[in-house]
């Protein structure tokens, strides 16, 4: 059996994704997997066990590109799939397994896809509340699944596979190797200052944990190389600070996500990602809520102060910092760290000792 998924284009969705991967190779071992997504989600993808091949999707995000999408399609009617699985709930995104003549398409109604999808569901979001319920429920046949409680338990998170060689290459080249114990700090997100933890307060929980014996490494894109540096200057112990942010590939961070001891984060992709590596991790929220798309991992604490849904918007402070992850101390967040890594410690004792 051979099938084709077209994947999501966020870090955070197309690590919830693995869950679908994982749940189709648990009930079709057989299966072959490939996967279609924008050329940046390869790292990822190459990282997931269970998918046989990642195809890059050369358009551009937001691009309606038929005749692009048409010449792809028809690209992949050699590769005779069984089936295919779309995730975008868009329009454009149900063309290529469309125009590839795949037998079986199947997807969440979305955005008028009569006709390009013929095992189209209607989505319940109330019987469905997370994204990976979603994306796990399109594994199975839909006469089977009415609700997220039909799902079996436990659902099947994400779990990179890390290749060790690589991981210590990275080290070497960021010459980490001797900068053992890390903290990752991931103080980005997508949609600007109200989803950060105020740069002050990473800058306060970094010296506490240097006090603690540990370097502080963070990650992050190129427009997160600011906030980094911030965070450097406004520590007391900067000399134990290292800014990778804009610096390092996406597979490169991933590898040294999978070095920390412990990672701290935003609401963004690379907590799916520390998550998905089973790290130690307390994810801050504010204004976004982690009811749709939490950090899937029983090493991660979530804090956050407020109840209820609200739109992203400029923030409270004059830095445009959101006033309820404002309120989240940097006290609070040690003190759930070290809870957690203690936990965790316990855990992985527990483990050697029963081989």
Same mark, same amino acid.
């Given at each position: ?19 679908? %991967? ?10 072959? +997997?490939?996967?279609?997504?924008? =050329? ?31 010449? *792809? ?17 868009? @329009? ?21 896809? %009569? ?7 209607? *989505?319940?979001?109330? =019987? ?33 596979? !890390?290749?060790? %060689? ?5 080290? #070497?080249? @960021?010459?980490?190797?001797?900068? $053992? ?21 990473? =800058? ?35 000399? %134990?600070? +290292?800014? $990778? ?16 001891? =412990?990672? #701290? ?7 799916? +990602? ?27 604490? #979530? ?36 809870? !957690? ?7 992985? !004792? #527990? ?5």
């Amino acid at each position: 059996m051979k099938t084709l998924v077209i994947g999501p284009s966020w870090v955070g969705d197309m690590m919830m994704s693995q869950g679908l %991967y994982r749940t189709l190779k648990q009930l079709h071992p057989d299966i072959e +997997i490939d996967v279609m997504a924008p =050329a940046w989600c390869r790292p990822l993808l190459n990282k997931m066990p269970e998918v046989a091949h990642a195809i890059d999707l050369p358009i551009g995000h937001g691009e309606l590109a038929i005749g692009a999408r048409y010449q *792809l399609g028809k690209q992949l009617r050699s590769a005779a799939y069984d089936q295919a699985i779309v995730l975008p709930n868009s @329009f454009k995104s149900a063309l290529v397994p469309f125009f590839a003549q795949i037998p079986k398409r199947t997807g969440w109604k979305g955005e008028m896809r %009569y006709g390009l999808l013929n095992d189209r569901r209607t *989505l319940n979001k109330q =019987a469905f509340s997370l994204m990976i319920e979603r994306y796990i429920a399109l594994a199975y046949p839909a006469s089977q699944i009415k609700q997220a409680s039909d799902l079996p338990k436990p659902l099947l998170s994400p779990k990179l596979s !890390i290749d060790k %060689y690589e991981m210590s290459k990275t080290l #070497v080249e @960021f010459d980490l190797q001797s900068k $053992l114990p890390l903290i990752g700090f991931c103080p980005g997100a997508e949609f600007g200052p109200a989803k950060r933890w105020p740069d002050y307060h990473y =800058a306060a929980l970094a010296d506490m944990l240097v006090d603690q014996g540990s370097h502080i490494v963070i990650l992050g894109s190129a427009k997160d190389r600011e906030i980094g540096e911030k965070i450097c200057q406004l520590m007391h112990h900067g000399e %134990y600070c +290292i800014n $990778l942010a804009g610096t390092t590939s996406l597979d490169q961070a991933v590898n040294i996500l999978a070095n920390c001891k =412990a990672v #701290v984060s935003n609401d963004s992709g690379l907590m799916h +990602i520390a998550a998905a590596l089973d790290k130690p991790l307390v994810a801050l929220y504010g204004p976004s809520s982690p009811d749709f798309t939490p950090p899937l991992s029983d090493k991660a604490e #979530v804090i956050r102060l407020i109840d209820g849904y609200f739109k992203i918007r400029k923030g409270d402070s004059e830095q445009g910092y959101h006033q309820s992850l404002i309120d989240i101390k940097p006290e609070l967040a040690f003190e759930r760290l070290l809870k !957690i890594l203690e936990r965790s410690d316990k855990e992985a !004792i #527990v483990k050697d000792f029963h081989g």
